[in-house]
């Protein structure tokens, strides 16, 4: 059994060594920690995957903006290595994509392998501009709501006023997962590290 939880600031700690485990040295110098520098994270959807209590996977979205129009933009997403395969970044990213459609967000954009993210439902976004070097075919996007990324292009912007609280939760955001019956569709790379986003 799996526990998800948003993560709390307690977690901080647990979660950035995670992404330093599956990470290169030079994550934060990617295009898209450029638009989360100083930005509150979307604390609702940041979540936290844990086995006996140790953190195994986490998932983050940050506020952007495309022609002035609100976007998430998902990720980073890891998996620890002992774990990879096993179908937790699936389960992730499912329950994440339930909450943010619960709470009423329109689309979703990420920087990643289209084969993968496609069985999510993201497809390559035509017209959406992530700030260089980002490969255009990697930028890819998902509709929370019919139509959401209809005539919705332009540069991806930091999101000017995001809010600065960090919302308190409680055991109730938590869910106990079933391991997933599908194995073999975890977030990595042909190296075996988890996907950056």
Not at 50 to 65: C, D, H, L, Q, Y
Request: aromatic share 8%.
């Amino acid at each position: 059994m799996y526990e998800i939880c948003p993560e709390t600031p307690a977690d901080t700690a647990e979660v950035e060594t995670l992404y330093d485990l599956c990470f290169a040295p030079g994550r934060t110098a990617l295009s898209s920690y450029r638009l989360r520098d100083g930005v509150p994270r979307v604390g609702e959807l940041c979540l936290v995957l844990r086995s006996e209590g140790v953190v195994t996977a986490a998932i983050r979205f940050w506020p952007v903006r495309v022609a002035g129009q609100p976007v998430l933009l998902l990720g980073p997403i890891a998996v620890h290595p002992t774990a990879q395969g096993e179908g937790l970044g699936g389960l992730l990213m499912r329950d994440s994509l339930t909450r943010a459609t619960r709470l009423g967000f329109d689309r979703v954009l990420l920087v990643g392998d289209a084969p993968y993210y496609s069985r999510f439902g993201f497809q390559r976004l035509e017209g959406v501009i992530m700030p260089p070097p980002t490969n255009p075919d990697r930028v890819l996007g998902l509709e929370l709501r019919p139509d959401a990324w209809v005539d919705i292009t332009g540069e991806v912007e930091r999101e000017p006023s995001a809010p600065a609280t960090t919302p308190v939760y409680d055991r109730d955001d938590c869910v106990v997962v079933e391991p997933p019956k599908e194995a073999g569709y975890d977030i990595a790379n042909p190296s075996g590290s988890s996907s950056d986003l």
